[in-house]
C-alpha cells in the first residue's frame, strides 16, 4: 500500500515502523468511527490524493479538530498521514507515545535537532508518504476565520523537497469546536466540507543544484499555497474572502506582499518552523 511504512536504519530520525504503522490503522478505525458519528462528511477532490507518489497537504487551520478532518480522506486513500506538529504534544502522556509509535514528526523550534524534523518529512515523502502541514503555523487569528497570513516554513519543506503540494480546505468542523473551546457542541449534529485542490505549481521557484533558496521565492510560495487554500475556501463557503490576508503582527489586514516585506524588515521573529528562515541545506541520508 502506497504510504505503508518500510523499516529504516535505527539512526534514522522519527523512522516510521511496520508496528507504528499496525498501531496507526487500530486508533484509525476508533477514531474515524467516532468522528463519524459525531459528523456528516462531505469531502470533493479526493482523486488528487496520491496513492502511489509522496506528496505534502497544506490546509487551512480553524479548529484543534481539523487535523481529523484533513487527515481522514488522506487516509481513507490509501496513504499514512504524518503531521509536523508542536514538540510539546510528544510531552503528553498517553498522546504524546501515540505520536512518537505512528512517527509523527515533532517540531523543536529552536532546538540544535531542528533539521531531524526536515529529514523526517523528506523521508515520509521519500517512502511515498504523505506529510500534513498547516503554513499558518498555528490557529488563524482571522476574525471571520479566513486563512491568514503563511510562514515560510512549509514553502521550505516543499522546494527542498520537491513533492506535490495539494492543498486542501475545509469548512464546518469550527461549528463543532470552535476555536480555543473546551467541549464540543454535538446537537444539532454538524456537517463538516473539505475539498481538494489540484497541486500547486511552483516549478518556476525551485532552485537549481547549488543554489540557496532565496527568501523572495519562500515567500512567492507561502503566498501561492494561501492563495489556493483561500481559493478552495470560497467555494465551501460560498463567498469571496476580504481583500488582503490577515497579518497577527500587525492584528489587521494586509496585502501579503506588503506583509512580508514588513517581516524582511522586523527583527527576526521565532519561527514557525525550526528551519524557517535559514539557507537551504539539504540533510545527509
Do not use: C
Not at 503555523?137 to 482571522?142: H, K, M
Not at 467555494?235 to 514588513?262: H, I, K, N, Y
Request: aromatic share 6%; proline share 9%.
Amino acid at each position: 500500500m502506497a504510504g505503508a511504512a518500510r523499516e529504516h536504519a535505527a539512526d534514522e530520525p522519527f523512522a516510521p515502523s511496520r508496528s507504528g504503522d499496525l498501531l496507526f490503522h487500530g486508533v484509525a478505525v476508533v477514531v474515524k468511527s467516532l468522528y463519524s458519528a459525531v459528523l456528516s462528511k462531505r469531502w470533493r477532490g479526493t482523486e488528487h490524493l496520491r496513492r502511489r507518489e509522496g506528496y505534502i497537504v497544506v490546509a487551512n487551520h480553524v479548529t484543534e479538530v481539523d487535523p481529523v478532518t484533513v487527515a481522514y480522506p488522506v487516509y481513507n486513500r490509501g496513504t499514512i498521514p504524518r503531521f509536523l506538529a508542536k514538540e510539546g504534544l510528544f510531552r503528553v502522556p498517553v498522546l504524546g507515545w501515540v505520536l512518537r509509535r505512528t512517527s509523527q514528526i515533532p517540531v523543536p523550534r529552536g532546538s540544535m535537532d531542528a533539521r531531524k524534523s526536515l529529514a523526517a518529512a523528506r523521508a515520509v515523502v521519500d517512502a511515498g508518504g504523505a506529510v500534513i502541514i498547516y503554513p499558518e503555523g498555528t490557529l488563524t487569528r482571522d476574525p471571520e476565520l479566513w486563512p491568514m497570513m503563511g510562514r515560510t516554513g512549509a514553502a521550505r519543506l516543499a522546494l527542498e523537497t520537491g513533492a506535490p503540494v495539494i492543498p486542501v480546505a475545509h469548512w464546518g468542523d469550527q461549528e463543532f469546536l470552535p476555536p480555543k473551546a473546551t467541549r464540543p457542541r454535538l446537537f444539532p449534529r454538524k456537517r463538516v466540507e473539505v475539498l481538494v485542490g489540484t497541486p500547486i505549481d511552483f516549478s518556476d521557484l525551485l532552485p537549481g543544484e547549488g543554489e540557496h533558496l532565496s527568501r523572495r521565492a519562500l515567500d512567492e510560495v507561502t503566498e501561492r499555497m494561501m492563495r489556493e487554500i483561500t481559493a478552495l475556501l470560497e467555494q465551501l463557503r460560498g463567498e469571496q474572502a476580504p481583500a488582503g490576508r490577515w497579518d497577527p503582527r500587525a492584528g489587521a489586514r494586509v496585502e501579503p506582499q506588503r506583509g512580508a516585506e514588513a517581516r524582511r524588515r522586523l527583527r527576526p521573529r521565532r519561527p514557525a518552523f525550526p528551519w524557517e528562515g535559514r539557507r537551504a541545506t539539504p540533510p545527509t541520508t
